[in-house]
């Protein structure tokens, strides 16, 4: 009964995820490229960055999501440039992947300050297949819900950002196209996006990185709140919360060009009774470029 009560609390969930767009993550500001282009060639290294996150963690057709991101910076065009990549599972007969290439303009202020303007150009496709579902009573399901669908759209997307040592600030919007598409299980709407984060040396071995962001649908919005501590050279830990549903904690390895974190949520929504757990594994790869053979990080 515990499996058939979660499946069908997937199933509707999932038809709410689908329509209100794009899966959160509680890593996200180490690569920010998929929500927005202009954090695209923010360092001189080439960046590759990936993440897996299983959310409600041992029930039976947890929404799963991968994201890879592959960017760096052009110094004679003053450009970045790169690719991101993610599936999401986001119900038990939902799935969506995203795909698009990310370009960054970048003016420098001096040494040390950036502003950039970044475009991401790509597609998006949807499916739904309502196949996978156990409804209780199938005769109820509206034509909609019954028929297999696919759907592969246009996708486009713009932001800025302002980056210096200590703070970095950034706004996007997403899925420019969806002003155009009919409202739908497969079509989505633009996602508004934005973030700042500062850096507070607190002594020679400890930094402090206040963080919050902001995600708006439209139809519902998420507050993202966290601190994240980053202990000498090597360990950073951090705690945050998004409003009305999550509670995380993170750890992470810093060493020369690997970077390993593990984000662990407590879940507060419907379907904490059934599983309130979600994890996200994160590996990300920063590979010097000549003009910066110390591989440093730039948080």
């Known amino acids: 009964m515990r499996k058939f009560y979660c499946l069908l609390c997937f199933a ?4 709410a995820a689908y329509a209100q767009q794009d899966f959160t993550l509680s890593e996200q500001l180490f690569s920010r490229i998929a929500v927005n282009p202009a954090g695209t060639g923010n360092s001189a290294n080439v960046n590759i960055f990936s993440v897996n996150r299983f ?3 041992g029930s039976e057709g947890y929404p799963f999501t991968t994201m890879l991101n592959v960017h760096g910076y052009i110094e004679k065009a003053k450009s970045g440039l790169g690719l991101s990549f993610s599936y999401d599972r986001s119900g038990i ?14 003016l420098n202020f001096g040494k040390h300050n950036i502003f950039s303007f970044g475009v991401g150009l790509g597609i998006m496709n949807k499916e739904f297949d309502p196949s996978k579902h156990r409804f209780p009573d199938p005769s109820s399901l509206t034509p909609e819900y019954e028929r297999f669908q696919n759907k592969t759209v246009f996708d486009a997307s713009v932001g800025i ?7 970095l600030i950034g706004v996007a919007m997403n899925h420019i196209p969806g002003f155009f598409f009919e409202k739908s299980t497969l079509t989505t709407n633009p996602v508004y996006y934005g973030y700042a984060r500062g850096l507070i040396p607190c002594g020679d071995k400890f930094k402090l990185a206040p963080a919050v962001s902001y995600y708006y649908t439209g139809q519902f919005h998420v507050i993202d709140v966290s601190a994240t501590g980053f202990i000498g050279k090597y360990v950073y830990v951090g705690l945050g919360y998004k409003t009305e549903t999550t509670a995380y904690a993170m750890v992470g390895f810093e060493w020369n060009w690997l970077r390993i974190g593990y984000a662990f949520d ?10 309130w757990t979600s994890h996200e594994i994160m590996l990300s790869f920063n590979i010097s470029t000549k003009k910066n053979e110390d591989g440093k990080w730039k948080y």
């Open 55 to 57: 959310q409600y963690a």
């Open 161 to 167: 950002e302002y980056a210096n040592p200590y703070i």
């Open 266 to 275: 407590a879940n507060f929504g419907k379907l904490s009774n059934v599983a």
């Open 12 to 15: 509707f969930l999932g038809v």
């Open 93 to 106: 007969a939902y799935h969506q992947i995203q795909a698009k290439l990310v370009y960054a303009y970048h």
